[in-house]
């Protein structure tokens, strides 16, 4: 038998049931078999007794006799039953399917041992389809039993939980000659693992909970260990790898502008965030990095400085952002910031003019066009630069691995990528995901900010919640109110975002009250920004097209209509929105009264923190890594034992361990590592699912 041995050849299986288990579990060779873990254990040492059984009682074992067998006949169907009795009580085991040969066998009178899952019926307990084992016969086996994930199909076809332990025992002998060690000696004596022998011993047929843990412990560490090498293996190879335009030079596009428009002092966040930039993209290597700061930090100028640098080298740059909204407004700022210098900047979206168009494509190929800000408008192969040295993309989460790789091919060396996002993910996902990417952080906020004050109100109190927005006008701030438009229901929730329309303008009669979602033209969308941004409307009513991004300064509190009905990363990011000047700003999450555990969570972690970390891991938490990086993404996500959520203290040390190990030996070439090298070579290499960002 060899890990390759198709499981036909096993003892006790044979074509036909191989091909069953093929079909429905995916398993096909011994080593499938042996990565076929149970999903729980049975202590069979333990033996109940009928008047200890209680209703939550799962699979237990029992120890007596049958006294009794009775025939049942119910229209055409016969069914098996028969009275079961220890000292403490007596109990029915009952058979569905009668069939004479099972009547034949059951062991009268006889000491034995039953086993199974207890029905509850009348206060009457039962057990149907008992496993029967006479006394006298019973195994001397005092490890654990495993329970396999089945189905009904697979028991019905007699491949039920004795049939799965007694080939996982068969095969489990030959694990001497089957399984290699992967780590070395040293690793094994420093976190005291049990040999990998003993770990698949253990996972199947553990000694007892202790033997289980330390092989559960040894799997997800080895899951951990050989996907983070992976990752750091690429790395080093990519570095060397991918070439990239050097930019040596900063030069008077980036000082003029730096001393002389630049409107107020950068943050050291900001400092040290373009200082990393700038070193990445002096060299001859394509940068690939993750911009990560909290809403409000501040990103939009970094990208900007970043820009001003590319010109320098006689780059052009690109930005590209998820929504027209957000695109139009990076536009707007980007060109008022640089209205005193002679840069020439565009924007190109869905609705741009064919005429627009026309000028833009011309200037991007004759190099007129520094920089073009856009939606993903800008990916289409009609969009040609004459040398695109820099794309930028904003909120990174939005767009599709396949849109984002479209950038690359614009210019023959790829430019230097920066993806910014305001969704902080949680660092274990980052770490072990991220780790061919380099990251920055902006972990500061510009000066004079003062925290977001939440609070969480429901219908009653909305009269007040008014009160409160009205002071705040009356004082010269302005009021966002956000209704939940998801897509599902977007018809019902269209009117409900009209009603509260109403609702509003109602209440606020002398008040300008101006509105914004996704079905209104571009240019009502604009025309509605403007009104607001401009400060003529005191009030904006809206959904979440104004999630992302949405820079207005004077607005200071943020009312959140049906908030238990959005995610907590959305919910931060509409917070986003206020905050963002130097008054004290306030979110109000608004919700009906009755709340589901998880939303009263999302709610109440919302007034608690306004740190967009601490946020993006109770995120995780709630919804599951594979969630929060998107679909497209969650493959790489699918590990067997390592949970992101809980294991993070394990993904910390063996990242650690790789990197300490591949430093003192980058090609593996060690003696003591050949275990690691040769398991890596045969199943990691070439399948790492996320290479690249971008
Ligand atoms: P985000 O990181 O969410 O994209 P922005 O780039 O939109 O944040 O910045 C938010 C606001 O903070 C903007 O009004 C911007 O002009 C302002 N800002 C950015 N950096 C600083 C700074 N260093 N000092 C003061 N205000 C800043
Ligand atoms: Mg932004």
């Not at 495993?146 to 002998?173: A, M, V, W």
């Not at 690359?408 to 790829?414: E, G, T, V």
Request: proline share 4%.
């Amino acid at each position: 038998m060899t890990l390759e041995t198709s499981i036909e050849y096993v003892k006790g299986i044979g074509p036909e049931k191989a091909k069953l288990i093929k079909n429905v579990l995916g398993i096909s060779t011994v080593e499938d078999f042996l990565n076929f873990y149970p999903i729980r254990y049975l202590d069979k040492n333990k033996v109940y007794k009928i008047s200890q059984l209680q209703e939550s009682n799962l699979e237990i074992q029992l120890k007596g006799k049958i006294t009794q067998i009775q025939e049942i006949q119910t229209g055409k169907t016969k069914r098996l039953t028969a009275k079961f009795n220890d000292e403490s009580g007596t109990m029915d085991l009952v058979w569905f399917q009668y069939s004479k040969w099972m009547k034949e066998q059951l062991p009268i009178n006889k000491e034995i041992y039953i086993f199974g899952k207890i029905n509850v019926f009348n206060k009457q307990f039962s057990m149907p389809h008992p496993e029967i084992e006479i006394e006298e016969n019973k195994e001397n086996d005092n490890r654990l039993k495993p329970i396999y994930p089945s189905s009904e199909k697979l028991t019905k076809r007699g491949l039920n939980q004795k049939f799965f332990q007694t080939i996982l025992r068969n095969i489990c002998k030959e694990i001497p000659s089957l399984i290699q060690e992967n780590l070395p000696d040293y690793l094994i004596k420093s976190f005291k693992f049990l040999s990998r022998q003993h770990t698949y011993l253990n996972i199947h047929f553990p000694q007892n909970l202790e033997y289980f843990e330390r092989a559960n412990n040894r799997l997800k560490f080895e899951e951990s260990f050989f996907f983070q090498l992976g990752y750091v293996l690429k790395k080093l190879h990519q570095k060397s790898q991918s070439f990239g335009n050097p930019f040596p030079i900063v030069g008077d596009y980036f000082t003029g502008f730096y001393e002389n428009h630049l409107p107020f002092e950068l943050t050291n966040a900001q400092k040290r965030v373009l200082k990393e930039i700038r070193l990445d993209m002096k060299k001859p290597v394509q940068m690939n990095r993750l911009l990560q700061g909290d809403v409000g930090s501040g990103k939009t100028m970094v990208a900007l400085l970043t820009m001003l640098i590319a010109m320098d080298n006689g780059f052009q740059s690109c930005m590209m952002a998820p929504t027209e909204i957000l695109a139009q407004q990076h536009y707007n700022g980007i060109k008022d910031l640089l209205r005193e210098t002679n840069i020439n900047v565009r924007l190109l979206t869905g609705s741009t003019k064919a005429s627009e168009r026309k000028i833009i494509h011309a200037e991007l190929e004759s190099g007129e066009l520094s920089i073009l800000v856009g939606t993903h408008a800008v990916l289409e192969d009609k969009v040609k630069f004459k040398n695109l040295g820099l794309a930028i993309i904003d909120e990174q989460h939005r767009f599709g691995v396949a849109q984002r790789a479209k950038l690359w091919a614009k210019n023959k060396i790829p430019p230097h990528i920066l993806v910014m996002t305001a969704t902080p993910i949680p660092r274990t996902l980052a770490m072990s995901f991220y780790s061919d990417l380099d990251v920055s952080v902006i972990d500061e906020m510009p000066v004079g900010r003062k925290p977001i004050i939440t609070a969480h109100r429901r219908e009653k109190d909305r009269v007040f919640v008014y009160n409160f927005c009205r002071d705040e006008i009356k004082k010269g701030r302005q009021v966002y109110f956000v209704y939940p438009l998801i897509e599902e229901s977007e018809t019902l929730d269209y009117k409900n975002l009209m009603e509260g329309l109403d609702q509003v303008m109602n209440s606020f009669s002398e008040y300008n009250v101006t509105m914004l979602h996704g079905r209104m033209k571009p240019d009502e969308k604009d025309a509605a920004m403007n009104y607001f941004a401009s400060g003529k409307a005191e009030i904006m009513v809206a959904t979440t097209v104004i999630e992302v991004g949405v820079n207005v300064p004077n607005a200071s509190v943020m009312v959140i209509e049906s908030s238990e009905r959005f995610g907590l990363s959305q919910l931060h990011q509409l917070r986003g929105r206020v905050g963002r000047g130097a008054e004290q700003s306030y979110c109000i999450l608004m919700t009906s009264d009755k709340l589901s555990t998880e939303s009263r969570t999302r709610i109440k972690t919302m007034t608690e923190t306004n740190d967009g970390f601490k946020i993006s891991e109770v995120d995780m938490q709630l919804r599951g890594p594979g969630d929060i990086l998107g679909t497209q993404q969650s493959g790489v996500v699918d590990f067997k034992r390592l949970d992101l959520v809980n294991d993070s203290a394990i993904i910390k040390s063996t990242k650690k361990t790789v990197e300490k190990i591949l430093e003192a030996d980058p090609l593996l070439s060690r003696a003591e590592n050949q275990g690691i090298k040769n398991y890596y070579v045969r199943y990691y290499k070439g399948k790492n699912k996320w290479s690249k960002i971008s």
